[in-house]
C-alpha cells in the first residue's frame, strides 16, 4: 500500500498549531516585558516637555517681523543702498530665526545669535543713509533684544558647573 504525502497530516498540523500557539504566547509575553520596560525607562522617568519656550515664539516672530520688513525695503528701495540695508537686514533676521530655532536646545548660545542679530540689524541702517529705516526696524530689533535677555536669563543646564 502506497502512503499519500498527506497521510499524517492531522498529527502534522496540530504540531504546527501547538508550535505557533506556543511562539504567539512568547511574543506576547516578551511585548508586555518591552512595554514595561519601555514604559519605566522612557515615561515615568524622564518628563517630556511639550510646550515651546517663549524665547523660540518671540525669536520666530521677531525673525519673520525682520525679513518682511527687509523685502519691503528691498522692494521700496530708491537706490542700491538701501537695496544693500535690506539684503544685510534680511540676513541679519535668518540668523535670528536660526537662534530662535536652537533656543531650546543651546539657549546661552541662541541668546547671543540673537542679540549679534539685533545688533547687526541696527548698524545696517546707516548704509542707507538715511535713519528712516530705523523706524521701520525697531520693532525687530526690540523683539529680538527681548528674547536674547530671556535666553541670557534662563537657569543654567543642572550638568554644568558656573564658573
Same mark, same amino acid.
Given at each position: 500500500?502506497? =502512503?499519500? #504525502?498527506?497521510?499524517?497530516?492531522?498529527?502534522?498540523?496540530?504540531? *504546527? /498549531?501547538?508550535?505557533?500557539?506556543? @511562539?504567539?504566547?512568547?511574543?506576547?509575553?516578551?511585548?508586555?516585558?518591552? %512595554?514595561?520596560?519601555?514604559?519605566?525607562?522612557?515615561?515615568? =522617568?524622564?518628563?517630556?516637555?511639550?510646550?515651546?519656550?517663549?524665547? *523660540?515664539?518671540?525669536?520666530?516672530?521677531?525673525?519673520? /517681523?525682520?525679513?518682511?520688513?527687509?523685502?519691503?525695503?528691498?522692494?521700496? %528701495?530708491?537706490?542700491?543702498?538701501?537695496? @544693500?540695508?535690506?539684503?544685510?537686514?534680511?540676513?541679519?533676521?535668518?540668523?535670528?530665526?536660526?537662534?530662535?530655532?536652537?533656543?531650546?536646545?543651546?539657549?546661552? *548660545?541662541?541668546?547671543?545669535?540673537?542679540?549679534?542679530?539685533?545688533?547687526?540689524?541696527?548698524?545696517?541702517?546707516?548704509?542707507?543713509?538715511?535713519?528712516? /529705516?530705523?523706524?521701520?526696524?525697531? #520693532?525687530?530689533?526690540?523683539? /529680538?533684544?527681548?528674547?536674547?535677555?530671556?535666553?541670557?536669563?534662563? #537657569?543654567?543646564?543642572?550638568?554644568?558647573?558656573?564658573?
Amino acid at each position: 500500500m502506497k =502512503r499519500s #504525502p498527506f497521510s499524517g497530516g492531522k498529527r502534522a498540523f496540530s504540531g *504546527f /498549531l501547538q508550535a505557533c500557539a506556543s @511562539l504567539w504566547d512568547r511574543i506576547a509575553h516578551d511585548s508586555v516585558t518591552y %512595554a514595561r520596560q519601555f514604559r519605566t525607562t522612557f515615561i515615568q =522617568r524622564r518628563v517630556i516637555r511639550k510646550t515651546m519656550k517663549k524665547q *523660540f515664539l518671540l525669536g520666530l516672530v521677531g525673525g519673520i /517681523l525682520g525679513i518682511i520688513t527687509a523685502i519691503f525695503v528691498i522692494y521700496s %528701495a530708491t537706490g542700491s543702498d538701501q537695496t @544693500l540695508s535690506g539684503v544685510q537686514a534680511a540676513l541679519f533676521s535668518s540668523m535670528g530665526l536660526m537662534g530662535a530655532v536652537i533656543a531650546n536646545k543651546e539657549t546661552r *548660545f541662541a541668546g547671543w545669535m540673537l542679540l549679534l542679530s539685533a545688533v547687526f540689524i541696527t548698524l545696517s541702517v546707516p548704509v542707507a543713509g538715511t535713519l528712516n /529705516l530705523l523706524f521701520l526696524y525697531m #520693532p525687530t530689533v526690540v523683539i /529680538l533684544g527681548i528674547t536674547a535677555i530671556l535666553c541670557f536669563m534662563e #537657569p543654567a543646564d543642572e550638568g554644568t558647573v558656573p564658573e
